[in-house]
């Protein structure tokens, strides 16, 4: 089997900075010859991603392109897509880092979470997936891999992420559906659940830092996870090594998910 990503093109939406889970998996498909589409919400991050990308060497072939894409609104979502059809034709796969919730909803308890909150996580955290799912599927020409991110305050309560633990729990079952539909395409919709990562989102979540330590005390490894360790998770999912996985979940958290005590 060929592991190389040379002479294919995918879409990695969600680089804030160089903590960003996305920056991982751009790295991991780009050291395996990817060609990198980038998208990314407001100037700054479109400044930030595009001084990331060119700090990756790149070959002929793998240079990377830049859309502003934000997912709240259908038509940036259909116009992206259109663009990158127009600009690339095929894609090869996907990966969805996407989520937001309300600051001050990410702590205290979850029964104070406000109809606005919990609508404005489910639409960018959850339902974002559906709609990039149904604008890429027409670029998606040769099947292809689609992936989330998701983690573990979707299946059991996590102090303190609250609405976001329900949105995840969302973006799992909308993955799912994803994969059962698009399947016939030889399209895959996957998720990694990826263990605390100190990003720019995670410091929203209160207490962080507790939850860092929780993994560093009790997790089978004994340590966090790394960006990195995430990335090869996700090359393994959006490349052909995975070919017969789909809706799936894997847990990329030093094992901190089998601990029940
Ligand atoms: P991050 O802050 O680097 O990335 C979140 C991204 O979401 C940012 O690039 C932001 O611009 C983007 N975004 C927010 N609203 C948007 C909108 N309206 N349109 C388009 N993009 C928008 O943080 P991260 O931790 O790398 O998060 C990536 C994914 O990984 C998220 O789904 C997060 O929930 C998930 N995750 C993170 C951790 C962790 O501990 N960091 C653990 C498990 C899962």
Known sequence: MNFSLEGRTYVVMGVANKRSIAWGIARSLHEAGARLVFTYVGERFGKSVRELAESLDTSEGQEPLFYECDVTDDESIIQTFEAIGKDVGTIHGLAHCIA??????????????????????????????????????????EGGSILTMTYLGGEKVVQNYNVMGVAKASL??????????????????????????????????????????????????????????????????????????????????????????
């Open 100 to 141: 937001f919730a309300n600051r001050d909803e990410l702590k205290g308890e979850f029964l104070n979470t406000s109809r606005d909150g919990f609508l404005t996580a489910q639409n960018i955290s959850s339902y974002s997936l559906t709609a990039v799912s149904r604008a890429a599927k027409p670029l998606m020409t």
């Open 172 to 261: 799992d079952a909308n993955m799912r559906y994803l994969a059962s539909d698009l399947g016939k395409d030889s399209i895959r919709v996957n998720a990694i659940s990826a263990g605390p990562i100190r990003t720019l989102s995670a410091k929203g979540v209160g207490d962080f830092n507790s939850i860092l330590s929780e993994i560093e005390e009790r997790a089978p490894l004994r340590r966090p996870v790394t960006q990195e360790e995430v990335g090869s998770t996700a090359y393994y999912l959006l490349s052909d090594l995975s070919r017969g996985v789909t809706g799936e979940i894997i847990h990329v958290d030093s094992g901190f998910n089998i601990i029940g005590y």
